[in-house]
């Protein structure tokens, strides 16, 4: 999450928290390609408003995974 605390979302801190997730590499490629997308404003990081939709997005996907794989 916001390692820093200063509010906003880096990519750096996004990719810090992917590896923690257990899922695989490859969605985890996916999820951080799609940061910028959640990028609004355009600044490179995230505000709290700009990351909950993609933790809704994320946690949508990974329960679509039925399967778990
Ligand atoms: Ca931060
Ligand atoms: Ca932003």
Known sequence: M?????GRLSQ??????LR???IPD??????RRKFPAFD???????S???ASPLFNFMF?????DVNKE
Request: proline share 0%.
């Open 60 to 64: 949508s996907f990974q329960n679509l």
């Open 2 to 6: 916001d390692a820093n605390k200063d």
């Open 40 to 46: 609004d404003d355009g600044d490179a990081v995230l």
């Open 20 to 22: 923690h997730l257990n």
């Open 48 to 50: 709290h408003e700009e």
């Open 12 to 17: 750096q801190e996004f990719a810090k928290d």
């Open 26 to 31: 490859e969605r985890k490629a996916h999820f």
